[in-house]
């Protein structure tokens, strides 16, 4: 599982948000960004992100780490005042540029919308959403009646994923019914 939120089925000329600006950071233009890319890279120098509303993409002229995230400079934003009006802004990138998955890797919005089914066949329910977790991610499942169970993504609970569907093998009392 990765936590760079993106679709890998993406069309050309997507993005995908890779970063929240949560406040600006000293006077010279810094914006503290919250990482939303598991991508180590993503904010070094040189890379080219794009604030969301803006028409054309901006270089990062300096990274630093931070404990409450990454201070990033980027080109064009001078000051204190530049860097205010980033507040709350998404930085993104085009899906072309993200980086490849390894094996047993999956961007979250492939698994959202497949059937979950148990080894033998039966589907438990949708999943409907990945919640991305500091030390285990797990499948948000959606019920056919509505009931939402949140399955652990670890191989012993989801043996095999394909592009048609999610194997679930659950113990008995994860699921209601």
Known sequence: MTGDPSNSSASSGQRITVGLVRRPHGIRG???????????????????????????????????????????????????????????????????????????????????GLPATTPDGIVLGLVTDVVLGASQDRLVVTTAAGDVVEVPFVTALVPDVTSASVTVDPPAELFPG
Not at 33 to 49: H, I, N, Q, W
Not at 79 to 106: M, N
């Open 30 to 112: 810094g914006i503290l960004v919250a990482p939303t890319s598991d991508d180590p890279s993503r904010f070094a120098v040189g890379s080219v992100l794009r604030i969301d509303g803006a028409a054309g993409d901006v270089a990062v002229v300096g990274s630093q780490p931070h404990p409450e995230g990454v201070i990033v400079y980027l080109e064009g934003v001078a000051d204190r005042t530049a860097a205010e009006g980033l507040r709350r802004s998404e930085l993104t990138i085009a899906v072309e540029d993200r980086r490849s998955l390894g094996d047993d890797e999956y961007w979250p919005e492939d698994l959202v």
